[in-house]
C-alpha cells in the first residue's frame, strides 16, 4: 500500500524532521508549569498505540543534536469510512486536579489533494480517560475483559471509556505548493482537563480521515513556584480546580525574623500566579533588614520595635554597649518607667516650681505658679502640696488637719494652681509646692526641690452649724439648740434662727439670739416647722444650716393632759383664784405709784422679723430701709454712715472721674487704728442741695450692709468740702475693666470664685430685702486678692454715666443688655430679676469683658430676647455654668434659681473641678453665632470684613500687623492657618493661640455651612 504522502512528491520525514529542529531549538517550559509528559524529551520509542495499525504511524528521527524526534503521522485520505486511534500511555497527574494538553501539528488542506480522494477532513478528535492505574492491556491494543470479541467490539469498547475533550482543527493548513518550498503551517492548540479525581488519564486522538503529523504533545499542569518575599519563604503550591479559587498557602519567616502581627501569607491563582499577599516578616528584635536579610545591630544601636525597619542609635543619656541590643540603659542619674517608649531620652525629676503667688480670700488661699525651669526632659510633671500651719509663738509648725480641702487635690496636680479652702481665720500657714515626674519616685537619691510660700488668711465668715437638735415641745412652741459652727472664723455676735411652716417657704420669720439655745413660741399645734440657723462674726453671716425638720405637739394631747389633772387640782384652783385675785389688787395699787414701764424684758414679738414673699410683714430686727422713706435724707446718711473728720484723709492722686465729681485713693488714719488704703468719692464745687442728696444717697444704702462681698462703706464727710464719700479701695478697679486686661489670663477655677463671691453678696442683699436693679460687671470691684465685690448702689447715677447701656421709658432708664424682660415691660423689679442680670455677669466673666449681644441696639436685644433668643455660651466656658447662665434667663421669674441656690452650685463646683472640664458643645456656639451677628435689617455676618476688624472683635487686633506682614490678608487665607503658621507670624503666647485657633475653626465651620446670605 502506498502513503498518500509519497504520491504529494515528498516524504513527511524530511519536512517533519527540518520543522521539528527549527521548532526545538526555541522552545522554553516557563517556571510556573510541570511536564507530565513531553513527546519531545522521550529517548527512545514512546510506545503509544495505534489501532487499526495501518493507521496513525510513528516516524522517529534525531535532529542535528542527536536528540530524538517523535513524529505520529496519518492520511489515509484516499479510503472511505476511516477511524483511526492513537493512545497514549498512563500520564501520572502529581496531585494536580487541572492539566493542560498542547498539541503541535501540522494539517493538509483537503482542496490541495489529488481528484478521486476517498474522504477528507481538516480536523481530528482529542480524548481521555480517567484510572487510578497503568492498565497493561492498553499497550497491545487489547482488553482483558474483550478476549474472544471481535476488533469492532474490541475497539467500541475502548471508545466507549474515553470522555472527548474536543474537536481540533487547525489555524493553519498546507498545501502541495507548500512541500515544495518546504514552508511547513505548523499549528499550536492548548485545552484543559479537570477537574481530575483520579491519579492518572490516558489521552487519545481520533482521525476520521485528515493529513495529519503530531509534531510534539505535552501535558503539563500549573503551579505556584517556591518564593521568598519579605523574608518568607513560600512551597510550591498546586492550584485548586475551579478558576475562580484561591489556595491559601502559609509562609515560613527565615533569617532571624518573626512575623508582624500575623503569619505572612500569599494566594495562588489557577494561573499559577502568587496573589494577595497579607502579613510580613521583619526582623527580630536586635536585628535589621539588609540586602533581604536580617543583620545584627552594632554596638551602640538597638532595634526594639517590630515597626520599625532599622537599628537606631541609643537616645540621649543611654548607651548599648553590646551587639543585638534590643534596648538602652540609662546614665547614671538618668532614669525611665516601664511606659516610656524605648526611643525617648532618659530623664530625670524636675526643679522646684517658679513665680509661686498666693491670693488669699477670708480663709481660702488659691495658690499659682510657674512650670519649673528644668522639666527634666519630661511632659508628665505634676505637682504636690504641703500645708503646714504656723503655731503661735513660734513653736514651730504642724501639718494641716483633715478639714482642710484642696480643690481639685493635693497630690499629683496637674494644673498650675490649686484652691486650698476651709482653713482657720486669722492664721499664718507655710505651703511647700513640690514639682514630680514619671521618674520621682526612682530617683530615691536625687534630693527634692520644693518653693516655700508663707500666708495669713483674712478674716471671715463662720462656717454652717451642723447640728440643730429639738428639746422640749409644746402645742405652741418648739425649744432648739445647737452647736458652735466648726470655724466661727472669730468670736460669735450672735445667732439668726428661721423658721416657717412646711410647704410654706414663702413665707418665713428669723428670731436672734446671742445663745446656742432658743425656745421659739407662736406656732401652731401638729404643724411641721423646718428651722435653719447661722451664725455671725465681725465677718458678717455665714450660710444657712441644713433644713432641719420639727414638729409640735398635738392640740388633742395638751387638751387630754389637762383633763387627767382637772380633778387633782379641784382644791388647787380655789386657793390659786384666791391668791391671783390678791396679786392683781396689789399690782393696781403699785402700778398706780409708777409712771413708765420697764424694757428690761419685751415682748418676745419685738424680737421676730416676719417675712412674706421677700417683704417684711412686722418690724424687727435691722434689715433694709429704703432711704427715700426718710423725710429728712440727711437724717438717713448719719444712721447709717459714719462721720469722718477730713483731717484724718490724705488724697494721693485721682483714679478716676464720676458724674459727681473726682474718685480719688489715699490713706484712712483713724484714731486707735491702723491706717488703710481708701477709696474717696468728691463732690465736685457748685453742686446744688438736690445733687447733695442723691450723691449721699448710695452712703445711705452702703451704710447698712456689711458682707465680704459687698463693697465697705468707711465713712463720710458732710460737714466740710468737699462732700466725700469713702469706701474701701479695690486695686484692680471694675470686674469688666480688669477682665479685658487681663484676657485668657485666669483658669476656670478662678473665674468661678470670682463669681462665687459676686454671687453671695447678691445672696446677702437678697436677704436684706434689697433688690440692686443694676448687677453687672462694671459695677462689680475687685481687689488684690481678687475678691470681687457688688458696688453702686445708685442706680439713676450709673444710668447717667452710660446712656448707651440704658434704654429710656416712662419710668425712667433700665440696663436694657442686663434686665429681665418682666422688669422692662412693667417695671418688675425683684430678686428674681437680680438673678437675670447675674446670668448676664456669668457670661461677662467667661467672655472676659465682651459686651452683651455685641453690636446689637437696645430694640433688637429686646426684640431677641422676646423671641427666646439667649447668649450662646463663651469660648472655652464649660457647660454647667452655661446651663446654670440658661436657667437665670427663664422666662418665668419664678423658675429661675435663688441666690442661695446659686451659691451651693457654685460651691459643689469648685469641690468637683472635674464637672467643669466639659465645654460648651461647638455646634451650638457655631449656631448662635449665626444668630447673634444677625442684624435688624437682616444682614447677616456682614460686621466682619477685613482681617483686621476680625481680629478686634475677638479682641486679638494687636496682631493685624504681624497678619498683613505674613501675608494672611484676607479671611480665607486666615481660615487655613495652623498652629505653626500662627508661630510663624509670632502670635506666641499659648492663650492666644489658642484663642485665635478656636475663632478660625468656628470660622470655617461658618464658611462651609452658612447659606448664601451669610458674608463672612
Known amino acids: 500500500m502506498h502513503s498518500p504522502w509519497r504520491s504529494c512528491g515528498i516524504r513527511l520525514v524530511a519536512w517533519t524532521w527540518t520543522w521539528s529542529v527549527a521548532l526545538l531549538g526555541a522552545w522554553c517550559t516557563p517556571a510556573n508549569e510541570v511536564n507530565l509528559l513531553d513527546s519531545r524529551s522521550v529517548m527512545g520509542d514512546l510506545g503509544w498505540v495505534a489501532y487499526p495499525k495501518n493507521g496513525w504511524e510513528e516516524i522517529g528521527e534525531v535532529d542535528e543534536d542527536y536528540a530524538p524526534i517523535h513524529t505520529y503521522q496519518v492520511c489515509r485520505v484516499m479510503e472511505q469510512n476511516q477511524n483511526n486511534w492513537l493512545h497514549t500511555n498512563w500520564i501520572l497527574t502529581e496531585g494536580a486536579q487541572r492539566v493542560y494538553i498542547e498539541l503541535k501539528f501540522t494539517l493538509r488542506d483537503c482542496n490541495s489533494l489529488p481528484g478521486g480522494v476517498g474522504t477528507c477532513k481538516e480536523t481530528f478528535n482529542m480524548y481521555y480517560y480517567e484510572t487510578d492505574g497503568d492498565e497493561d492491556d492498553m499497550d497491545d491494543g487489547g482488553m482483558r475483559d474483550g478476549v474472544g470479541m471481535t476488533e469492532e467490539e474490541d475497539r467500541a469498547m475502548k471508545e466507549n471509556r474515553y470522555i472527548k475533550v474536543d474537536t481540533i482543527a487547525a489555524d493553519e493548513s498546507f498545501t502541495e505548493l507548500d512541500l515544495g518550498d518546504r514552508v511547513m503551517k505548523l499549528n499550536t492548540e492548548v485545552r484543559d482537563l479537570g477537574p481530575l479525581t483520579r491519579k492518572g488519564f490516558y489521552l487519545a486522538f481520533q482521525d476520521l480521515g485528515a493529513c495529519i503529523a503530531l509534531v510534539s504533545v505535552r501535558v503539563f499542569y500549573k503551579r505556584c513556584p517556591f518564593l521568598v518575599k519579605s523574608l518568607a519563604e513560600f512551597s510550591d503550591t498546586i492550584p485548586a480546580s475551579e478558576a475562580s479559587q484561591l489556595v491559601e498557602v502559609v509562609g515560613r519567616c527565615i533569617n532571624n525574623s518573626v512575623p508582624l502581627y500575623e503569619p505572612p501569607r500569599m494566594h495562588c491563582s489557577t494561573e499559577g500566579e502568587w496573589l494577595v499577599p497579607i502579613g510580613k516578616c521583619v526582623c527580630k528584635p536586635g536585628f535589621e533588614e539588609l540586602s533581604g536579610s536580617c543583620q545584627v545591630c552594632k554596638v551602640g544601636f538597638y532595634r526594639s520595635q517590630l515597626e520599625s525597619s532599622d537599628c537606631s542609635k541609643c537616645p540621649p543619656h543611654s548607651v548599648a554597649r553590646q551587639v543585638g541590643a534590643t534596648s538602652c540603659s540609662c546614665e547614671d542619674g538618668y532614669y525611665k518607667i516601664d511606659s516610656d517608649p524605648t526611643n525617648m531620652a532618659c530623664t530625670r525629676p524636675p526643679s522646684a516650681p517658679r513665680n509661686a503667688i498666693s491670693n488669699v480670700n477670708e480663709t481660702s488661699v488659691f495658690l499659682e505658679w510657674s512650670i519649673p525651669k528644668e522639666m527634666g526632659g519630661r511632659k508628665d510633671v505634676g505637682y504636690n502640696i504641703l500645708c503646714r500651719q504656723v503655731l503661735p509663738d513660734g513653736r514651730g509648725l504642724e501639718e494641716c488637719g483633715p478639714n482642710v480641702r484642696f480643690l481639685p487635690r493635693r497630690i499629683g496636680l496637674s494644673n498650675t494652681s490649686v484652691m486650698v479652702a476651709d482653713l482657720q481665720s486669722h492664721t499664718n500657714y507655710s505651703f511647700l509646692l513640690e514639682a514630680i515626674n514619671g521618674v520621682s519616685e526612682l530617683a530615691k537619691d536625687y534630693a527634692k526641690q520644693y518653693v516655700t510660700l508663707n500666708v495669713t488668711t483674712n478674716q471671715a465668715a463662720p462656717s454652717p452649724v451642723s447640728v440643730v437638735r429639738k428639746g422640749h415641745t409644746g402645742k405652741s412652741s418648739i425649744s432648739l439648740s445647737w452647736a458652735e459652727p466648726d470655724r466661727p472664723n472669730g468670736i460669735i455676735l450672735e445667732y439668726e434662727i428661721k423658721y416657717f411652716e412646711k410647704e410654706q417657704?414663702?413665707?418665713?420669720?428669723?428670731?436672734?439670739?446671742?445663745?446656742?439655745?432658743?425656745?421659739?413660741?407662736?406656732?401652731?399645734?401638729?404643724?411641721?416647722?423646718?428651722?435653719?440657723?447661722?451664725?455671725?462674726?465681725?465677718?458678717?453671716?455665714?450660710?444657712?444650716?441644713?433644713?432641719?425638720?420639727?414638729?409640735?405637739?398635738?392640740?388633742?394631747?395638751?387638751?387630754?393632759?389637762?383633763?387627767?389633772?382637772?380633778?387633782?387640782?379641784?382644791?388647787?384652783?380655789?386657793?390659786?383664784?384666791?391668791?391671783?385675785?390678791?396679786?392683781?389688787?396689789?399690782?393696781?395699787?403699785?402700778?398706780?405709784?409708777?409712771?413708765?414701764?420697764?424694757?428690761?424684758?419685751?415682748?418676745?414679738?419685738?424680737?421676730?422679723?416676719?417675712?412674706?414673699?421677700?417683704?417684711?410683714?412686722?418690724?424687727?430686727?435691722?434689715?433694709?430701709?429704703?432711704?427715700?422713706?426718710?423725710?429728712?435724707?440727711?437724717?438717713?446718711?448719719?444712721?447709717?454712715?459714719?462721720?469722718?473728720?477730713?483731717?484724718?484723709?490724705?488724697?494721693?492722686?485721682?483714679?478716676?472721674?464720676?458724674?459727681?465729681?473726682?474718685?480719688?485713693?489715699?490713706?484712712?488714719?483713724?484714731?486707735?487704728?491702723?491706717?488703710?488704703?481708701?477709696?474717696?468719692?468728691?463732690?465736685?464745687?457748685?453742686?446744688?442741695?438736690?445733687?447733695?442728696?442723691?450723691?449721699?444717697?448710695?452712703?445711705?444704702?452702703?451704710?447698712?450692709?456689711?458682707?465680704?462681698?459687698?463693697?465697705?462703706?468707711?465713712?463720710?464727710?458732710?460737714?466740710?468740702?468737699?462732700?466725700?464719700?469713702?469706701?474701701?479701695?479695690?486695686?484692680?478697679?471694675?470686674?469688666?475693666?480688669?477682665?479685658?486686661?487681663?484676657?485668657?489670663?485666669?483658669?476656670?477655677?478662678?473665674?468661678?470664685?470670682?463669681?462665687?463671691?459676686?454671687?453671695?453678696?447678691?445672696?446677702?442683699?437678697?436677704?436684706?430685702?434689697?433688690?440692686?436693679?443694676?448687677?453687672?460687671?462694671?459695677?462689680?470691684?475687685?481687689?488684690?486678692?481678687?475678691?470681687?465685690?457688688?458696688?453702686?448702689?445708685?442706680?439713676?447715677?450709673?444710668?447717667?454715666?452710660?446712656?448707651?447701656?440704658?434704654?429710656?421709658?416712662?419710668?425712667?432708664?433700665?440696663?436694657?443688655?442686663?434686665?429681665?424682660?418682666?422688669?422692662?415691660?412693667?417695671?418688675?423689679?425683684?430678686?428674681?430679676?437680680?438673678?437675670?442680670?447675674?446670668?448676664?455677669?456669668?457670661?461677662?466673666?467667661?467672655?472676659?469683658?465682651?459686651?452683651?449681644?455685641?453690636?446689637?441696639?437696645?430694640?433688637?436685644?429686646?426684640?431677641?430676647?422676646?423671641?427666646?433668643?439667649?447668649?450662646p455660651g463663651p469660648m472655652d466656658c464649660p457647660e454647667a455654668l452655661y446651663h446654670l447662665m440658661m436657667d437665670c434667663w427663664q422666662r418665668e421669674r419664678t423658675n429661675r434659681p435663688k441666690f442661695d441656690e446659686i451659691v451651693c452650685l457654685l460651691d459643689k463646683l469648685i469641690r468637683n473641678p472635674s464637672s467643669l472640664k466639659k465645654l460648651v458643645n461647638s455646634s451650638h456656639r457655631v449656631s448662635n453665632l449665626l444668630v447673634e451677628h444677625a442684624s435688624a435689617d437682616g444682614d447677616c455676618c456682614n460686621r466682619t470684613k477685613t482681617v483686621g476688624e476680625w481680629l478686634d472683635s475677638i479682641k486679638m487686633g494687636r496682631y493685624t500687623e504681624l497678619f498683613m506682614e505674613g501675608g494672611y490678608s484676607s479671611l480665607e487665607t486666615v481660615a487655613q492657618m495652623t498652629s505653626e503658621d500662627l508661630r510663624r507670624v509670632g502670635v506666641n503666647l499659648a492663650g492666644h493661640q489658642k484663642k485665635i485657633i478656636t475663632n478660625i475653626q468656628e470660622m470655617r465651620v461658618l464658611m462651609n455651612n452658612a447659606n448664601s446670605t451669610i458674608n463672612i
Open 505 to 871: 417657704d414663702s413665707s418665713y420669720t428669723i428670731i436672734k439670739s446671742k445663745e446656742t439655745e432658743m425656745v421659739v413660741e407662736g406656732l401652731k399645734p401638729s404643724s411641721m416647722y423646718i428651722f435653719q440657723v447661722r451664725a455671725r462674726t465681725s465677718a458678717g453671716y455665714g450660710a444657712f444650716s441644713r433644713r432641719f425638720e420639727f414638729q409640735t405637739s398635738p392640740y388633742c394631747e395638751y387638751l387630754t393632759a389637762t383633763s387627767e389633772r382637772a380633778q387633782a387640782s379641784i382644791i388647787a384652783v380655789a386657793i390659786t383664784l384666791a391668791l391671783v385675785l390678791l396679786a392683781v389688787v396689789a399690782g393696781f395699787l403699785l402700778s398706780g405709784r409708777r409712771c413708765g414701764y420697764s424694757k428690761a424684758k419685751q415682748d418676745p414679738e419685738e424680737e421676730k422679723m416676719h417675712f412674706h414673699n421677700g417683704h417684711i410683714k412686722f418690724p424687727g430686727v435691722r434689715t433694709y430701709i429704703d432711704p427715700l422713706t426718710y423725710e429728712d435724707p440727711n437724717q438717713a446718711v448719719h444712721e447709717f454712715a459714719q462721720e469722718i473728720d477730713v483731717s484724718f484723709i490724705s488724697i494721693e492722686r485721682i483714679i478716676g472721674a464720676g458724674e459727681f465729681g473726682e474718685v480719688c485713693c489715699g490713706p484712712l488714719r483713724l484714731p486707735g487704728k491702723r491706717e488703710i488704703q481708701v477709696a474717696i468719692k468728691t463732690l465736685k464745687a457748685g453742686y446744688t442741695e438736690q445733687q447733695r442728696r442723691d450723691f449721699l444717697w448710695e452712703a445711705s444704702i452702703m451704710g447698712q450692709f456689711n458682707h465680704p462681698n459687698i463693697i465697705r462703706l468707711e465713712g463720710v464727710v458732710t460737714k466740710s468740702k468737699p462732700v466725700m464719700i469713702i469706701t474701701e479701695y479695690m486695686e484692680n478697679g471694675s470686674l469688666d475693666t480688669f477682665l479685658k486686661k487681663n484676657d485668657g489670663q485666669f483658669t476656670v477655677i478662678q473665674l468661678v470664685g470670682m463669681l462665687r463671691g459676686i454671687a453671695s453678696g447678691m445672696r446677702y442683699l437678697s436677704d436684706m430685702g434689697y433688690v440692686h436693679r443694676d448687677l453687672a460687671a462694671r459695677n462689680i470691684l475687685v481687689n488684690s486678692n481678687l475678691v470681687s465685690k457688688v458696688s453702686d448702689f445708685g442706680l439713676s447715677r450709673v444710668l447717667e454715666d452710660d446712656p448707651e447701656a440704658a434704654y429710656t421709658t416712662r419710668g425712667g432708664k433700665i440696663p436694657i443688655r442686663w434686665t429681665a424682660p418682666e422688669a422692662i415691660a412693667y417695671r418688675k423689679f425683684t430678686s428674681a430679676s437680680d438673678v437675670w442680670s447675674y446670668g448676664i455677669v456669668m457670661w461677662e466673666v467667661m467672655s472676659y469683658g465682651e459686651r452683651p449681644y455685641w453690636e446689637m441696639s437696645n430694640q433688637d436685644v429686646i426684640k431677641a430676647v422676646e423671641e427666646n433668643y439667649r447668649l
